[in-house]
């Protein structure tokens, strides 16, 4: 909710009084759930909480950017609060309690990319021949194999794999949000997609399939029945930051280049042109679907 006096955190006793309420305003989305509260109680509100709604100008806005950057804080961070001011102007906007989004006067500032370099085939087998005693190394192995991004992968559950048709479907992204999961949409239609499984992602699964069974009857009345392919012990859902610890000791493990976990996303293609092999099995899509 938007208070009249000026600019309040999410959360607290004065919650009548917050620019962005997360259980009334509509814009909320995965990415503003994750950052809205923190951007705003620990870096906005201290720096114009004291500005009514009616007052905040492009000036203020830019010297928050300007100070944000001062003090040092990652590019990309100043970034995500600017977004997070921007957005909560907008709702703002809608409701007839501003005149303009000021935040939309002041200039995003640049974020330089580095350059994304895929795993090479040789790059490759050295991981799969690493991961072949990691509990994670199926994960790792649909990764690079059909370019999930992680949080795909992780949302993954046993009913999107077509064991008999050779497809794997994307259907949902995973999401931590307020200590606990949640699948969501992916971001767009071309995100939701049916893959051809190369033969290597077919193998793999298998072996995660009676991996996981074993857990299963180990952990006994306290394991999750959560579906998902990918999980903890007790079938609890996989926290990406600890698949990527895990992903960066599989490559020192491997010998290879450090890369993001996400970065196997841009794996499959490189995959796919060089038409690389491991241990006999094809990158190529399985035998149901040679011809896709």
């Known amino acids: 909710m938007f208070g009249d006096e000026g600019l309040d955190s999410v959360g607290g006793a004065r919650r009548t009084r ?12 995965g990415f503003a759930a994750r950052y809205e509260d923190r951007n705003v109680r620990k870096h906005i509100t201290p720096f114009i909480g004291h500005r009514t709604l009616a007052k905040l100008s492009p000036v203020d806005v830019q010297a ?28 703002a906007l809608r409701w007839g309690l501003v005149q303009r989004n000021v935040a939309t006067l002041v ?17 490759v087998r050295l991981l799969l021949d690493a991961a072949a005693s990691d509990t994670l190394g199926a994960f790792f192995t649909v990764a690079m194999a059909v370019g999930l991004r992680p949080s795909e992968g992780l949302a993954l559950s046993w009913g999107d794999v077509d ?3 050779g497809l794997l479907h994307v259907c949902h992204t995973l999401e931590r949000r307020d ?12 995100s939701r997609r049916t893959i051809p499984l190369p033969s290597v992602c077919v193998a793999a699964l298998r072996d ?24 903890t012990p007790l079938g609890e859902p996989l926290s990406r930051t600890e698949v990527s610890r895990r992903f960066a000791v599989l ?16 794996t499959a293609a490189s995959l796919l042109l060089a038409q690389a092999s491991h241990r006999g099995w094809s990158w190529r899509p399985s035998d149901t679907h040679r011809s896709v």
């Open 64 to 91: 928050l950017i300007n100070a944000k950057r001062t003090e040092g804080l990652a590019p990309r961070t100043v970034q995500y609060i600017h977004a997070t001011l921007r957005a909560a102007l907008g709702t």
């Open 163 to 165: 064991f008999d048709g």
């Open 18 to 29: 917050c620019l962005i309420d997360v259980d009334r305003v509509g814009w909320v989305t």
């Open 179 to 190: 200590g606990g999961w949640i699948l969501k949409e992916p971001k767009s239609r071309r």
């Open 107 to 123: 200039e995003p500032i640049a974020v330089d990319r580095a350059p994304v370099v895929p795993f090479n085939p040789d790059e």
């Open 208 to 231: 995660q399939g009676r991996s996981q069974l074993e857990s299963r009857l180990a952990a006994g009345p306290a394991w999750s029945d959560n579906a998902l392919v990918f999980t």
């Open 251 to 266: 490559q020192e493990r491997a010998g290879v280049a450090h890369r993001r976990l996400y970065d196997c996303r841009h």
